[in-house]
């Protein structure tokens, strides 16, 4: 196998790894500092500590989500073709797992900003977001398998990702006003430029 394709695969198994992981990190390491805006109802610290985590998030998250959304092929590849896994079923694996790909960042959203909620004190909000995010897969889950066969429930479990994090940002907004400035939407905009540079060279 040339070395541009191990490289590819190395890439791609590190993203994978590395994007499921590092949200989790991100919401365990900085509730406690948001709790204690919450509890002051401190609501400019607590979205200034919010804003900062998002872009952490997002500068950690959308290139790996890139990488793993253009070496989706090798990683399936390198993983799993041999013996009873054909090269079909690897282009079928690998549709599923690019579509995976594209949740990771509604995910990150989603996690980080539903923490808003129960600094202050407020869990019935992200109880019914994930309600909502559990029907809208389900129902999109019955009619893209009906069109797509697998690749539709891993489309369906990505769509539920960003409406659910799109939801829970809007619930955010009416409770403690606009999450974020200017210079976040600035930097969020480098963040995914950067990141689409990198996806073309």
Do not use: H
Not at 35 to 59: R, S
Not at 130 to 137: A, C, D, E, H, T
Request: proline residues 2%.
């Amino acid at each position: 196998m040339p070395s541009t394709s191990n490289g590819g695969n190395f890439y791609a198994t590190f993203s994978f790894l590395y994007s499921t992981i590092v949200v989790t990190y991100i919401v365990t390491a900085v509730y406690p500092q948001m709790a204690q805006y919450g509890a002051k109802k401190d609501f400019k610290g607590l979205k200034k500590q919010l804003g900062d985590e998002v872009l952490t998030m997002a500068i950690l998250v959308i290139p790996a989500s890139v990488g793993l959304f253009l070496f989706a092929e090798p990683i399936v590849g390198l993983i799993f073709l041999g013996g009873e896994f054909s090269q079909k079923d690897v282009s079928v694996t690998t549709t599923v797992l690019s579509f995976y790909s594209l949740g990771i960042v509604g995910m990150g959203f989603r996690e980080i900003i539903s923490r808003v909620f129960y600094t202050i004190m407020d869990a019935k909000i992200p109880v019914v977001n994930s309600i909502i995010m559990v029907g809208v897969n389900i129902l999109l889950s019955i009619v893209l398998v009906r069109i797509m066969g697998i690749e539709g429930l891993a489309l369906a479990t990505t769509v539920s990702f960003i409406v659910g994090a799109g939801l829970t940002i809007v619930k955010a907004r009416r409770k403690i006003g606009s999450l974020f400035n200017s210079s976040i939407y600035v930097e969020l905009v480098k963040i995914i430029a950067a990141s689409v540079v990198m996806g073309v060279l």
